[in-house]
């Protein structure tokens, strides 16, 4: 009862925060906004806690407004997602408390943006309890148009706003879809109720309703080929919204359909492989992209397209193993599926909020014209690092515990499957081990192209290492990161309870069936951690010898030349250009350059520039629009600017509704 009373007062907490942040003085209202994200944070995870160690919550709001009851259903699905979105949101206030200390003369603007904050904190976990069709397509409206606002917080710049109107549809196309499959459920079981759902799944086959469900969701989580509104929104948005959004928005597509696969009863093999397959390619096609942009934020963009990717094998994974009765398929599965979801939203956060440091201190987000910030950024650096070290999936970070969870699942299912789906998993084992590889040349890639060499273009001030409110939120979840990969058990051991619905009845596998794995993950970890305390060592007793030693600097041995320019340092393109030729198909570049002549003895000076384009998004989508946009011009007469045919029109329908009603036809 006590855990009722809390979630609900968090409905109160944000009303009053609401209007709190309004009329506070304009130097406080990213810290009073902290406040009511830390209190909301408490009140539901408390309850989320609860939920994970005992038994699940459940209650109803009687007769709110004209909705009638709403049932509130808090599961342990429901309370993981609950806990990653609160860690996720107040390390995203705590941030952006110094990010947005830049734009303190807008203070109408700010006072909007931390309202749409909380706001969309609260609508979000609300996403996650309520189990009524109308409540949940409310909240998740809320959540899209808050979070569209947060988006545009620089509506003045074009492209800003052109990201963010970009969003805003497709995520009103993901309404669209949610709303045709409830009214689907509706009309077939006569119930708001999300139960009625799985009352429908288990009647007949209901692929079709299953896939409305998808595509739905996977618009919010960024599958291929719903994927176009992410590389324009992350980089649109200021870094800590684009670190809660990367972390947690995307990660509520990946709830739904968690949500809905509780209620399937049937069709599990087709909808497994799909998924697996689609999951997949947008792995890889995510990890491609992002390898060759050079834009840093929408490079992090792509990769949460990859990382979707890989947290989708493990649900592809887990429904296979539902098919086939195989306990361990599902626990591998669907346990790194959910941990992938958890890891993801912190080293995702991190890097934003390390390439949100970077932006505001050099004012670009394009790697070629930066250089050698370590020297005037170390701890964003280092922290950076680490993170791409963590989304690489490298030990003894958390992103190699759930890799390798899905690892061992792979092996799993190529063990005990039969041919098709043995085949199906070697090749999603080898993805995954691609996909790694290439994440590694990414961060490579951005790293040192940021941070180490020399400055490649002559900034307006000189950068400096970022304000101590900015780095606190980066250590935070640094710390959770490395416990992970330094105790995966507790973890695992958590997430393993949210998986008890999926199931099979009387086969239950305990911590004990999987503490070997788990310890050996668990080893490899503190090794690792090991070896990187040997190398600090030796690096400090080094610097510790030749601290006193003077120091002389000369220039670089240049192969004979002896005046360098930082112009002559690899650059981010130069790095992944192999890359970039071999999956062109894929990765299609732009060019802008006038090809010399052969009758150009003394050619001009000619300028080079190029970009890579979104292949869904240029030969598919924008073709599709072209072609509305040709069709709907034939209707240009209908709008006239002429008041006689407006009440004609009038005329016109109402007689059709007349006839319509005379006839019995509606």
């Not at 203070?107 to 909380?118: E, G, M, P």
């Not at 609300?126 to 109308?134: R, T």
């Not at 998808?214 to 980089?235: D, E, R, T």
Request: hydrophobic share 50%; aromatic share 14%.
């Amino acid at each position: 009862m006590i855990d009722t009373y809390l979630f609900i007062s968090s409905i109160a907490v944000t009303v009053i925060g609401l209007f709190t942040i309004g009329f506070v003085p304009s130097g406080i209202k990213a810290a009073t906004n902290l406040f009511f994200v830390v209190i909301t944070a408490l009140l539901t995870s408390i309850p989320a806690i609860h939920v994970i160690l005992n038994q699940p919550l459940e209650f109803t709001l009687y007769n709110f407004w004209f909705f009638g009851d709403i049932p509130i259903r808090i599961d342990a699905l429901s309370a993981w997602f609950i806990l990653i979105i609160n860690l996720t949101c107040i390390n995203g206030a705590l941030y952006g408390i110094g990010y947005m200390k830049s734009y303190s003369e807008q203070k109408s603007n700010l006072s909007l943006h931390w309202i749409l904050f909380l706001m969309f904190q609260s609508s979000m976990l609300w996403v996650c309890v309520i189990q009524h069709s109308v409540g949940f397509l409310i909240a998740w409206e809320i959540m899209s148009v808050s979070s569209f606002l947060l988006v545009i917080f620089e509506h003045d710049n074009k492209k800003t706003l052109k990201a963010g109107i970009n969003y805003l549809v497709q995520m009103h196309i993901s309404v669209a879809f949610l709303t045709a499959a409830f009214i689907w459920a509706y009309s077939a079981t006569g119930s708001f109720d999300f139960k009625a759902i799985g009352h429908l799944f288990s009647l007949s086959p209901n692929i079709w309703l299953f896939l409305l469900f998808f595509c739905g969701f996977g618009i919010k989580a960024g599958f291929i080929p719903f994927h176009s509104w992410l590389p324009h929104a992350h980089p649109a948005a200021p870094s800590h919204i684009s670190g809660v959004m990367s972390g947690v928005i995307v990660k509520l597509g990946i709830y739904g359909i968690f949500r809905m696969i509780t209620f399937l009863k049937q069709d599990f093999m087709i909808i497994g492989e799909a998924i697996l397959t689609l999951s997949v390619l947008s792995g890889l096609y995510g990890i491609l992209n992002a390898a060759v942009h050079r834009d840093f934020k929408r490079m992090l963009a792509y990769c949460t397209i990859e990382n979707i990717g890989i947290i989708g094998t493990g649900i592809g994974m887990g429904l296979i193993g539902m098919a086939t009765g195989n306990s361990f398929l599902i626990v591998f599965g669907f346990a790194g599926a959910l941990l992938h979801t958890l890891n993801h939203s912190l080293f995702k956060s991190l890097l934003f909020f390390c390439a949100g440091s970077i932006y505001q201190q050099t004012h670009t987000r394009d790697m070629e014209k930066l250089g050698g910030l370590l020297k005037r950024m170390p701890q964003t650096g280092i922290l950076f690092l680490l993170g791409a070290l963590a989304i690489g999936g490298l030990p003894p970070f958390n992103g190699f515990v759930s890799e390798f969870i899905l690892y061992i699942g792979y092996l799993e299912g190529i063990k005990s499957l039969d041919i098709a789906n043995s085949t199906l998993m070697i090749f999603s084992l080898a993805s995954l081990a691609l996909i790694g590889g290439i994440s590694i040349l990414t961060f490579t890639k951005s790293f040192g192209t940021i941070f180490l060499g020399s400055a490649r273009t002559h900034l307006d001030h000189q950068p400096k290492e970022v304000i101590r409110v900015m780095l606190i939120p980066q250590y935070l979840i640094l710390a959770v990161m490395i416990s992970i990969g330094l105790f995966p058990q507790f973890y695992f051991t958590t997430v393993l309870k949210t998986i008890i619905p999926f199931l099979p009845v009387g086969s239950l596998p305990t911590i004990a069936n999987f503490t070997p794995m788990i310890d050996i993950v668990a080893s490899i970890g503190r090794n690792s951690l090991i070896f990187l305390g040997i190398i600090l060592l030796v690096y400090l007793v080094r610097k510790a010898i030749t601290r006193n030693r003077p120091v002389t600097v000369n220039t670089t041995w240049g192969c004979g030349y002896t005046a360098p320019t930082p112009r002559i340092q690899y650059t981010g393109k130069s790095f992944s250009k192999t890359l970039g030729k071999l999956f062109s198909f894929i990765t299609i570049e732009q060019k802008k350059y006038v090809e010399i002549e052969p009758e150009e003895i003394f050619p001009l000076e000619r300028r080079h520039s190029s970009h890579y384009i979104d292949f869904f998004e240029n030969k598919i989508i924008n073709g599709l629009v072209k072609k509305l946009v040709y069709s709907m011009n034939y209707f240009q007469f209908v709008q006239n600017g002429k008041t006689q045919a407006y009440v004609l029109y009038g005329v016109f329908f109402i007689l059709l509704i007349f006839l319509c009603t005379l006839f019995k036809l509606i």
